[in-house]
């Protein structure tokens, strides 16, 4: 449930714009080598690119963190804040997931910030994985929106029932007792 609650969270506040725009993880990454002085990154003024960026990064440094943990941590807040960097990354997939350009230069950002990672080779099936991903947020926004609904409803079936409970002592002091 706790997996379920975090997850949740970091889809609501990328939803919500927290991680908006975001290109860079600003993660330390001491499992690859720093590229070359020489090599650039692509950059543009393509959305498609800088937000293919943005997720290379955040999958870069995803990779890494799973590489030397030997799984997915998700009590870790890097990887948390992460995880929101990619699906904010990726929000624009939603809409143009259909859009062969906007999918080319997303895939060309995310070969060119991924250090190797993404390559011309996987670029398409990692690019398929992360529409789905998207997809599947409303899924979670709608279980984790349900969750806090069914919470709410508890405190108030919690809160009817304390007075309950006061009154029910009440009336049964009147038999006479403690």
Excluded: H
Aim: proline residues 1%; glycine residues 8%; hydrophobic residues 35%.
């Amino acid at each position: 449930m706790k997996k379920i609650i975090l997850f949740a969270t970091a889809i609501m506040m990328a939803g919500c714009g927290f991680m908006q725009n975001s290109t860079s993880s600003n993660v330390q990454n001491n499992n690859q080598p720093a590229p070359a002085a020489t090599t650039t990154v692509q950059t543009g003024t393509n959305a498609a690119m800088g937000a293919g960026q943005g997720a290379g990064n955040a999958m870069l440094a995803l990779y890494n963190q799973y590489k030397a943990d030997g799984k997915y941590d998700y009590k870790n807040l890097q990887n948390i804040m992460n995880t929101m960097a990619l699906i904010s990354n990726c929000e624009g997939l939603k809409e143009n997931y259909k859009d062969k350009s906007y999918l080319t230069e997303f895939g060309k950002g995310m070969i060119a910030s991924s250090l190797g990672l993404v390559t011309q080779n996987n670029v398409n099936t990692v690019t398929n994985s992360l529409v789905d991903m998207i997809k599947n947020t409303e899924t979670v926004k709608n279980v984790s929106s349900q969750a806090q609904n069914t919470a709410n409803q508890a405190a108030q079936y919690a809160n009817t029932a304390a007075q309950y409970a006061g009154s029910i002592s009440n009336l049964l002091s009147l038999f006479g007792g403690k």
